[in-house]
């Protein structure tokens, strides 16, 4: 190689290694996680190419929330219950899939987050206008059969009654009213179509109105009671949640068998009066809804006076808890609910995962309550709310709590593998053992070395004493204390395999192989063989010249030779 | 010629091979030489395929008719002159295609008396082309023939433009993700933001992209169908498609390279690089004859 051809390697050389000198530290020269992006783009090779196009599911699924309540309250305006419930029904699957939709764009702090929880809202105060609408209804039915019976103490009570669900009617519809702003802002700024939720809210209104109407006309119809002399107090005239008011009347002319307390217009509790006519019993405070309430006595054509009570709400506390459950997915979630220092006893508590309803739980009556919670992969919010307006408590929310659920090892799996790796740890300690075995030295010198085995003995005629001695001799001779040791053992298996042989294997120890004489007469010298057998072949030991080792073997040869080993 | 001579030629001859390749390549962003994912190497050669011109000096627009003039990712100020020349561009019918993020294309189009302009903007959505909420996907708005068939485009770290007449704009649930967390917060307020628009300018045509993502390597589209379709009828039609390449980005090379690219462009280097090839060239041959010379009577 001339000179210059030399200079130019040199030259291209040095190039090369200043041009790789910068990458010496990295074993890899490139990845695409390297180079994931830079400030003006990313690098579309390292994202995955998964297009989400959610915009289009994301507006219909809105327009579709917004415009359900027009069905429900189109039902409930022709009285069919039934079909506004599965309309409602419809509407919160659209709801619960709209919300999951929300939690996994995260966008829960959007617009489109604001919208999902005005419908909630919505969603709610629609259920309970089902509800009260159909029991405006029915106190509607009920004031027509009452007329008909010309029973007007119950057509009295029903008056009450028919205001107060007349109020939750209309506070229901209010709520719903007064979140129009809100809905119409929400829904201008994603460009929705309110055309048929305005229709809703205003046949809402006018549900309100005609119920009103009908109320006032019952008012107005509502019969003058003439009083007996069948008396009824209830005292204290107010009380909360876990209270417990006095119901007491009297009747002076005679001891009445049966007192029916008619509560709220239907039957609460029969009770007779004592020897002087007098009645009492307590009226706990417990599912009854907040506001005023009637109660009459009646015994057969006797009436007694209406007296009217009034529930106070009550503040509650509720509470919640998570802690892992047995499998990955489980959520173990656990709290409790007062109303001051009371029990909420067999009130529904909600478990609410992501702002949803996962399930309802029942209070225990010490207040408590746990449910398990079956959550998808991935971080949740969970949240338990107590908000039953049949009882006369005031709602309540647990402070949210967020879990994060991530899959573990299945258990079938690991059991399976853990299974298979034991499996196979003890087919290798099976053959190991064998595999290590030495093979037994000739009985006879020049005679190639043989490997004991069961089959061996099974099929073979076992060596004469004699014979074994003579090797054995030999053997301590050469100080091959092992060997000669293996030699007596082997005999005696030799000897005993036909008899043990349904338990014997390959890789039966001597200890194993004596186990399989116990209870018999050669149990004890056996022991004693292997014992002083596994000194010397496992424990270094050496034989002297009348060896323990050979007078356990001769015992247990007697003992065979008189037919004791069976 | 022994063999060891042959091999060392041989080596020496792809090392140099090899060595050219890589220093005719650079990583700059949006460099025409850049065949990395975010060079537009490929880009320019579709260019190459309409025979499109590199615009190195602004005097060259003066003759120009029936034309388009792409201006993708400009950086650094421009001229008045400069400005001048590409109103007088438009003034002339022609069309001219802006494609910024950084909004350092906002100066001229105020020269020009644009209404448009760039909005920097981290703009993120629920409707993205990757799993990544600045791949955002536009859709169209308006007629014009730029849009024919072109049912959707994939942006990547796209901006806003405001002004002119919307062409493409994303959907309604995107934001502007100003805290870069990848999610929307309360202070991000969903909405429809316009990425392409057009404006009739002094009787021409602008357009102005606020996304030059699209012409790179990693999402230059050659199926014809959504990107490649846009850029399809950008470099469609029987006119002059001529690019910048005094500020944009596109130009862009490194020392080594704008030696390389410079001496390829030089008639002066050109030729000292033949005298000092054929001097190596004969100063081998004189050496190997020199070596006989020497095996003979020595």
């Known amino acids: ?566 | 010629m022994n063999k060891t001579a042959v091999v060392s030629s041989l080596l020496i001859l792809i090392a140099v091979i090899v060595l050219i390749a890589h220093l005719s390549t650079t990583g700059l962003e949006f460099s025409r030489y850049n065949q990395e994912w975010n060079g537009t190497s490929k880009f320019f050669t579709m260019l190459e395929e309409v025979e499109a011109r590199d615009l190195s000096s602004y005097s060259e627009l003066n003759d120009e008719d029936n034309s388009l003039l792409l201006i993708i990712s400009p950086q650094g100020p421009f001229t008045g002159e400069e400005a001048a020349s590409i109103r007088e561009f438009l003034g002339r019918g022609n069309t001219v295609f802006i494609a910024d993020e950084t909004r350092e294309a906002n100066p001229v189009l105020a020269w020009l008396g644009s209404d448009a302009r760039v909005v920097p903007a981290n703009i993120s959505s629920v409707e993205t082309g990757y799993a990544d909420p600045r791949t955002v996907i536009a859709y169209p708005r308006g007629n014009d023939p730029l849009l024919a068939n072109v049912p959707m485009v994939t942006l990547n770290r796209a901006s806003a433009v405001s002004g002119g007449t919307p062409l493409l704009a994303t959907t309604l649930f995107s934001w502007d993700d100003r805290d870069g967390d990848g999610k929307m917060s309360e202070d991000e307020p969903l909405s429809s933001f316009p990425v392409l628009a057009v404006e009739s300018v002094s009787g021409g045509t602008l357009y102005v992209l606020a996304d030059p993502s699209i012409f790179i390597n990693g999402m230059v589209d050659t199926s014809g169908r959504d990107n490649g379709a846009l850029i399809g009828n950008l470099l469609s039609g029987n006119r002059t498609v001529l690019v910048e390449q005094s500020h944009s980005r596109t130009a862009g090379a490194d020392r080594v390279l704008s030696l390389a690219l410079l001496a390829k462009d030089s008639m002066g280097i050109k030729i000292a690089a033949l005298i000092v090839s054929v001097s190596i060239v004969l100063a081998a041959f004189f050496g190997r004859w020199t070596e006989e010379e020497r095996w003979k009577h020595g």
């Open chain 1, 1 to 566: 190689m001339n000179r210059l051809s030399f200079f130019v390697l040199v030259l291209l050389s040095a190039a090369f290694l200043g041009l790789l000198a910068p990458y010496i530290a990295q074993p890899a020269l490139y990845t695409l996680q390297d180079d994931p992006a830079t400030s003006f783009h990313a690098n579309p090779a390292a994202l995955e190419q998964i297009s989400q196009r959610r915009s289009a599911e994301l507006e219909s699924l809105m327009q579709g929330l917004l415009d359900s309540p027009q069905p429900v309250v189109l039902n409930v305006r022709i009285h069919d219950f039934e079909e506004a419930q599965r309309a409602f029904d419809e509407y919160k699957e659209k709801s619960r899939t709209f919300g999951n939709i929300v939690v996994s764009l995260e966008l829960s702090k959007s617009a489109v987050g604001d919208f999902q929880r005005e419908n909630r809202k919505n969603l709610a105060a629609l259920e309970r206008m089902i509800n009260e609408s159909a029991r405006f209804a029915e106190i509607n039915r009920l004031e027509i059969r009452y007329r008909s019976e010309d029973n007007p103490t119950l057509l009295y009570t029903l008056t009450y009654e028919g205001e107060a669900v007349q109020q939750a009617l209309a506070d229901a519809s209010g709520e719903l009213a007064g979140r129009k702003p809100e809905i119409l802002d929400v829904s201008g700024k994603l460009g929705l179509n309110t055309t048929r939720y305005l229709e809703a809210v205003d046949i809402l209104d006018e549900i309100v109105s005609e119920s009103r109407q009908e109320q006032e006309v019952r008012a107005g119809n509502q019969p003058v009671i003439n009083e007996s002399s069948l008396m009824l107090a209830v005292t204290p005239a107010s009380g909360r949640y876990g209270d417990a008011l006095q119901v007491a009347g009297a009747y002076t002319f005679t001891r009445l068998a049966h007192v029916t307390l008619v509560l709220d217009g239907r039957d609460w509790k029969s009770l007779a009066t004592n020897e002087g006519g007098v009645f009492t019993t307590p009226l706990p405070i417990g599912r009854i809804r907040a506001g005023d309430h009637v109660i009459f006595a009646s015994s057969g054509p006797l009436y007694s006076n209406i007296v009217t009570f009034t529930v106070l709400p009550a503040e509650t506390t509720i509470t919640l808890e998570t802690e892992p459950g047995e499998t990955w997915d489980h959520v173990l979630c656990s709290g409790s609910l007062y109303a001051g220092k009371t029990p909420v006893r067999s009130a529904p508590v909600r478990i609410m995962v992501d702002d949803f309803l996962e399930q309802t739980v029942t209070v225990s009556d010490d207040g408590t309550y746990s449910a398990i919670v079956v959550l998808a992969e991935g971080g949740h919010t969970l949240r338990a709310v107590f908000d039953d307006p049949g009882y006369p408590l005031l709602p309540s929310s647990s402070g949210m709590q967020s879990v994060s659920v991530t899959p573990r090892a299945n258990l079938s799996l690991v059991l399976l593998v853990g299974g298979g790796v034991l499996a196979g740890a003890l087919i290798v300690a099976g053959w190991y053992p064998t595999r290590r075995r030495t093979p037994v030295p000739p009985l006879v010198p020049g005679e190639p070395a043989r490997i004991p085995s069961v089959q061996t003995g099974l099929h073979k005629a076992p060596l004469s004493p004699i014979d074994v001695l003579i090797r054995y001799m030999e053997l301590f001779e050469g100080k091959r204390w092992s060997e000669a040791a293996q030699v007596l053992y082997v005999s005696l298996r030799d000897r005993l395999a036909r008899r043990a042989a349904p338990r014997l294997s390959r890789a039966t120890t001597a200890r194993e192989f004596a186990g399989i004489f116990s209870g018999t007469a050669l149990s004890a010298p056996f022991r004693s063989f292997v014992a002083r057998y596994e000194e010397i072949r496992y424990g270094a030991s050496s034989l002297v010249k009348s060896d323990q080792l050979l007078a356990f073997w001769d015992a247990i040869l007697s003992l065979i030779e008189e037919g004791r080993h069976e």
